[in-house]
C-alpha cells in the first residue's frame, strides 16, 4: 500500500525497436501509432520462436500474459482473480495489443499470389476500440486528481481513487479478453488458412520441382537438338552464305543487265534515228536509182551509137595503120636524106676532163686554158693564155689560136647520155639496114675507150657501145609492133700489129685459126674475117658479157704515154638482120663501133722495139685510114683499103652506100697540144670529105 506504481511512466511509449528481418509482412500504414508503440513494446516480451501450430500461439500469448500479469498461466482465471494481480495487469494496459500484432506479424504467411491472410486481421485490429485513448483519458482523469493530489491522510480518497480506477480497468481488461477471443478465432482461421497454404505451398513446391525437372530435360533436349542440328545449321548457313553471294551477284548482273538495257536502249534509240535516216536516204536513192535507170536506158543507146562509132574507127585505124606502114617507109627514107644532107660521114669532137693528177699539174685548176669552146660546133686551140673580157666574160682568140669546126663539139662536162643522142640516129640506120661505121681516133689517153666502152655496169658513165645496143633493142622492140623481126649477131677482133684477133675466142680456140679478110661470095663489097665468132645476141646484157670477155682478152701494153695503153685496134660488129613478115621486107645493116689506137708521134711515145714496131704499125693504119677517107671524099678510082688491115675491114662500112661517124677525142694535158692539134687537123680533113649516097642494104 505504501508504494503505488506510477501510471505516467507505464503509459508511456516504448522505445522502438528496430524490426527484424523475418518482419516483412505487415503493412506499416495500416497500423495506428498506438497500435504501433503496443507492437514495438511487446517485442521485448516476445518469445523468440513462433509457436508451430495454433495451441504453440496461444500458449506463447498465454506466457507472455501470465508473464505480464505476474505468472497467472490460464486468461480466463486471470480474468476472474483480477482484484489479486490488479497492479500486475495494470502494467500490461498498454502492451496486449502489441503481443496480438507482433504475433500476428510473425505468424501470418505470405501467399503466393503475394495476397496476404493477415489483412483482414490487420483491419480487425485496427477497428478496436482506441484503448490509449482510455487509458489516457484515465490518466488525465488520475493527472486532475494529481492535480488535485489528495493529502496525504485521505487515504480513503486516495482508495476509492484507486477502486476507481481499477474498476475502469476492468471493464478494460474484459474488451481486451473479448478481443482475445476474437484473435483466437482469427487465428484457428489463419491456423486453417495457413495449413491450406502449407498444403498449396507443398503441391506448389512439388508443381514448381517437376517443371524445374521437366525444364531442365527440355532444356537439355534443347541442347541435344541443337548439337544434332549443328552440322545442319552449318549447312544452311554456309548454303544462306552462298545464298546471299549469290544473290549479291545476282544483284550486281541486274544492275549491270539494267545498265547494259538503258545503254541497248539508247542504242535502239540511235538505230531507229539512223534507219529513219537511211529510210529517208533510201528512198532519196530510190529516187535517183530511178532517174540513174532512165539515164542508163539513153546510155545504152549512146553506147550502142558509139559502138558503131567504134567499129568505123576500127576501120578507119586499119587504114591508117597502112598509111602508116606507108609512112614508116616515107620516114626511113626521109631519114636518111636528112643524114645525106648532114654528110655520110661526120666528125664529133669530144675533149675529155682534167684527171685529178693533171689538176695537180695545173697548178690545181681544171681551167684548160690551151682550147677555146666557141660554140657547139667550134673550138679553137693554141698556145698562150685566152683572154678574158673584163665585160662580157666570154673568152677571146688568142693571136696563136687555130679555129677547127665540127659537126659537133663536146666540151669536157659533156655527159656520155648527151654524147649517144647525137649518135642515136645512126644505131637506127644499122637497124634500117645500112652500114655505120663509129670510131674513136684520138692520142693515147685522149679518151676514146671511155668514149666508145665507158665505165662498165654503171648506166651513167657506160659508152656509145653498150648504149647502142640498148637503144637498138628497143627499138627491135617497136619495129615489132609493125611486123619486124631481127636477128643480132655480134663478133669482137682486134688488130694489133696488123693482125687480127678474135677477142671473143679463148686462146685455146684460137691456137690453130687464122683469121683472113675475105669478100663474101654472093655479095660484092662485102667483107668477113674468116674463122671469127660471130655469137647471136638475144638482149643486151649479152652484149655486156661479150664486152667483158673482150676487154680480158685485148692487148694492153704500157707505154710512156698511158700506162693500160691500147696498142691495138678494137671493132665490135653488130649484124642486125630483119624482115617484115606483113610486107614482106627485108634489111640487113652492119654497125662498128672502132676505138682507134693511139694515135701519136713515134718521137712523142718514146717507144722503143716491140712497141716501137706497135707505134709503126699503128700510125700506119691511122694514116691509111684518113688516105682511104680522102680518097673517098675525093672520088679517086682507086681507093688504098687493102694498105691497111683496118681500112680493108671497113671497107664496106666506108664506102658511098654506108654512114660513118667519127670522134676525134682530145686530151685537156696542154702538154699534149701538138697531139691535140695534130688529131684536130686530121678529123678535119675527114670532117670535109663527102663519102657518098648511103644505100640500104636488101636481104638476098
Ligand atoms: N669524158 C671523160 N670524162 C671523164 N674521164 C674521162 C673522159 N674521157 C676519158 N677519161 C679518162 O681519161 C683516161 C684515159 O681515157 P681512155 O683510156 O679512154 O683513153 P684512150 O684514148 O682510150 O687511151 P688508149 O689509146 O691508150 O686506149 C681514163 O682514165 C678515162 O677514164
Redesign the pocket.
Known amino acids: 500500500m505504501s508504494k503505488l506504481p506510477t501510471y505516467s511512466g507505464r503509459l508511456q511509449p516504448p522505445t522502438a525497436v528496430k524490426r527484424p528481418p523475418s518482419d516483412n509482412g505487415m503493412d506499416e500504414a495500416a497500423v495506428s501509432p498506438e497500435k504501433k508503440s503496443r507492437t514495438a513494446g511487446g517485442r521485448a516480451t516476445q518469445p523468440s520462436k513462433p509457436a508451430a501450430g495454433r495451441g504453440g500461439l496461444k500458449r506463447s500469448f498465454s506466457v507472455a500474459n501470465v508473464s505480464a500479469v505476474g505468472g497467472q498461466k490460464d486468461h480466463s482465471k486471470n480474468s476472474l482473480a483480477s482484484s489479486k494481480f490488479r497492479s500486475s495487469t495494470l502494467s500490461l494496459i498498454g502492451r496486449p495489443s502489441s503481443v496480438s500484432s507482433s504475433v500476428l506479424a510473425n505468424r501470418v504467411p505470405t501467399g503466393l499470389n503475394g495476397r496476404r491472410p493477415g489483412a483482414n486481421i490487420t483491419n480487425h485490429v485496427s477497428s478496436r476500440p482506441p484503448v490509449a485513448s482510455k487509458v489516457s483519458s484515465t490518466n488525465k482523469s488520475l493527472g486532475s486528481e494529481g492535480k488535485s493530489k489528495r493529502p496525504g491522510w485521505d487515504l480513503k480518497g486516495r482508495l476509492q481513487d484507486m477502486e476507481a480506477l481499477l474498476k475502469s480497468r476492468e471493464v478494460e481488461q474484459k474488451e481486451w479478453m473479448k478481443k482475445f477471443e476474437e484473435y483466437d478465432t482469427r487465428i484457428v482461421t489463419l491456423e486453417s488458412e495457413k495449413t491450406h497454404l502449407s498444403h498449396d505451398l507443398v503441391q506448389t513446391t512439388t508443381s514448381y520441382e517437376a517443371n524445374q525437372e521437366e525444364i531442365e530435360s527440355l532444356r537439355r533436349n534443347l541442347r541435344k537438338e541443337q548439337d544434332e542440328r549443328c552440322p545442319e545449321k552449318n549447312n544452311y548457313e554456309n548454303t544462306i552464305q552462298s545464298l546471299t553471294f549469290s544473290k549479291s551477284n545476282l544483284e550486281r548482273q541486274v544492275n549491270s543487265l539494267d545498265a547494259e538495257i538503258a545503254a541497248r536502249q539508247e542504242e535502239v534509240a540511235g538505230l531507229k534515228f539512223t534507219v529513219s535516216e537511211l529510210s529517208s536516204t533510201q528512198a532519196g536513192m530510190e529516187a535517183r536509182l530511178k532517174s540513174t535507170e532512165s539515164l542508163l536506158v539513153e546510155r545504152n543507146q549512146q553506147i550502142t551509137e558509139m559502138m558503131a562509132q567504134i567499129e568505123e574507127q576500127k576501120r578507119k585505124i586499119e587504114e591508117s595503120n597502112e598509111k602508116l606502114q606507108q609512112g614508116e617507109m616515107v620516114r626511113r627514107k626521109l631519114h636518111n636524106t636528112v643524114l645525106e644532107l648532114k654528110g655520110n660521114i661526120r666528125v664529133f669532137c ?1 675533149v ?2 682534167l ?1 685529178n693528177e693533171e689538176i695537180q699539174n695545173n697548178a690545181n685548176s681544171d681551167v684548160i686554158h690551151h682550147i677555146n669552146f666557141i660554140d657547139e660546133h667550134t673550138l679553137e686551140v693554141g698556145k698562150g693564155d685566152v683572154n678574158t673580157s673584163s665585160m662580157s666574160g666570154l673568152k677571146s682568140r688568142g693571136n696563136n689560136f687555130t679555129e677547127f669546126a665540127y659537126d659537133r663539139v663536146f666540151q ?1 662536162t659533156a655527159t656520155q647520155a648527151e654524147v649517144f643522142e647525137e649518135i642515136s640516129q645512126l644505131a637506127q640506120s644499122a637497124l634500117d639496114g645500112y652500114n655505120v661505121c663509129i670510131f674513136a681516133y ?1 692520142q ?8 666508145m666502152e665507158g665505165v662498165p655496169n654503171d648506166d651513167e658513165l657506160e659508152g656509145m657501145i653498150p648504149r647502142t645496143v640498148k637503144h637498138i633493142f628497143k627499138n627491135m622492140e617497136e619495129l615489132e609492133s609493125k611486123g619486124w623481126s631481127y636477128k643480132v649477131e655480134a663478133s669482137f677482133l682486134e688488130i694489133y700489129n696488123e693482125t687480127i684477133r678474135d677477142l671473143l675466142a679463148s686462146p685455146k680456140e684460137a691456137k690453130n685459126l687464122t683469121y683472113e679478110l675475105k669478100f663474101q661470095d654472093n655479095k660484092k663489097n662485102e667483107i668477113y674475117v674468116t674463122n671469127l665468132k660471130r655469137i647471136p645476141v638475144e638482149n643486151e646484157g649479152k652484149v655486156h658479157t661479150l664486152l667483158n670477155m673482150a676487154q680480158q682478152q685485148r692487148a694492153v701494153a704500157a707505154t710512156n704515154m ?1 700506162e ?3 696498142r691495138s685496134h678494137s671493132v665490135f660488129q653488130l649484124r642486125l638482120s630483119g624482115e617484115n613478115a606483113k610486107t614482106g621486107d627485108s634489111c640487113e645493116g652492119m654497125l662498128n663501133l672502132v ?1 682507134l ?2 694515135s701519136e708521134r713515134l718521137k712523142e711515145s718514146k717507144s722503143e722495139g716491140a712497141r716501137l714496131v706497135e707505134t709503126q704499125n699503128i700510125n700506119k693504119s691511122l694514116a691509111n685510114l684518113g688516105n682511104v677517107i680522102m680518097a673517098i671524099g675525093q672520088k679517086q678510082s682507086h681507093i688504098p683499103y687493102r694498105n691497111s688491115k683496118l681500112t680493108h675491114l671497113l671497107q664496106s662500112s666506108l664506102g658511098g652506100n654506108s654512114k660513118a661517124l667519127m670522134f676525134v ?1 682530145i686530151s685537156p694535158v696542154e702538154a699534149c697540144l701538138n697531139e691535140t692539134q695534130n688529131s684536130l687537123r686530121f678529123a678535119t680533113r675527114v670532117n670535109q670529105c663527102h663519102i657518098g649516097v648511103a644505100s640500104k642494104q636488101i636481104k638476098k
Open positions: 669530144r675529155r676532163p684527171l669536157p684520138g693515147t689517153g685522149s679518151g676514146k675507150t671511155f668514149t698511158n693500160q695503153s691500147s676505138d689506137a693511139g677525142n
